[in-house]
């Protein structure tokens, strides 16, 4: 089965810094890469996904980087502001209406004033 | 659009009782739901698979006489902890997938989750 790897686990950055969370897989078959926010208590939140044919997609101040090739994906967040602490997952599937999500660990995101 | 909501929100609840919560996609119809468990400061797991009209899939490892499942329309799906324990305190999420016509079909709405606690 799909094992996703999620790095790091935990992130600090300074309000209006980078921050850049990175996951890779193992099936091949994956074609769908969504990433999600969670706050305390709360469920997750789609922020982003991508699919196999496309290599990078923007949205305001998050951007989703794949690479099919070597099997991996990263979340770039700019300008990061301290709404955007919260826990961040990314998951993996094949896509299609019998696919299931398989998600990485996750990493903490703690913005600093 | 593509609101998940889940009831309740939080339930305390005796050793041995039973508790449901209910999933509904508000603004969609979905074709199939899923049901998550998360441990704190864990990942999510994914528990059971569910198309409505049909029996849920279960995850190795998830007793699906302790953890029942019922689709009964495109917009609700119901978790079932029967005879609930201690140890089957955690948070429990939803999601719900879009048919054909509501979207991409890969995407997961994620309800607000529905935190039990059993005593």
């Known amino acids: 089965g799909e094992n996703v790897e999620q790095h790091p686990s935990t992130l600090s950055v300074q309000e209006g810094d980078s921050a850049v969370i990175k996951c890779t897989y193992s099936?091949?078959?994956?074609?769908?890469f969504p990433w999600y926010k969670q706050e305390l208590g709360k469920g997750p939140q789609l922020i982003i996904d991508?699919?196999?044919?496309?290599g990078e997609k923007k949205d305001q101040r998050i951007a989703v980087t794949l690479n099919k090739t070597a099997k991996h994906f990263s979340l770039h967040i700019t300008e990061t502001q301290p709404e955007d602490s919260a826990v961040y997952f990314c998951?993996?599937?094949?896509?299609?209406?019998?696919?299931?999500?398989?998600f990485g660990t996750g990493t903490r995101l703690q913005v600093t004033l | 659009g593509a609101v998940v909501s889940q009831h309740p929100s939080w339930v305390i609840c005796k050793s041995g009782t039973s508790v449901k919560i209910e999933c509904r996609s508000l603004?969609?119809?979905?074709?199939?739901m899923f049901w998550y468990r998360q441990f704190p400061k864990q990942s999510l797991m994914l528990m059971a698979t569910?198309?409505?009209?049909?029996?849920?899939?279960?995850e190795q490892g998830v007793e699906k006489d302790k953890f029942l499942i019922n689709h009964a329309s495109l917009t609700l799906s119901t978790l079932t902890v029967t005879s609930a324990h201690p140890e089957d305190s955690s948070f429990y999420i939803c999601?719900?997938?879009?048919?054909?016509?509501?979207?991409?079909?890969?995407?997961?709405?994620f309800g607000p989750g529905t935190r039990l606690l059993v005593l």
């Open positions: 999601s719900a997938r879009p048919g054909i016509a509501g979207g991409p079909r890969e995407t997961q709405y």
């Open positions: 099936d091949s078959a994956s074609n769908y």
């Open positions: 991508i699919r196999s044919n496309v």
């Open positions: 998951a993996a599937s094949r896509g299609g209406t019998a696919s299931k999500l398989t």
């Open positions: 603004d969609f119809q979905a074709t199939t």
């Open positions: 569910s198309n409505e009209g049909s029996k849920a899939t279960y």
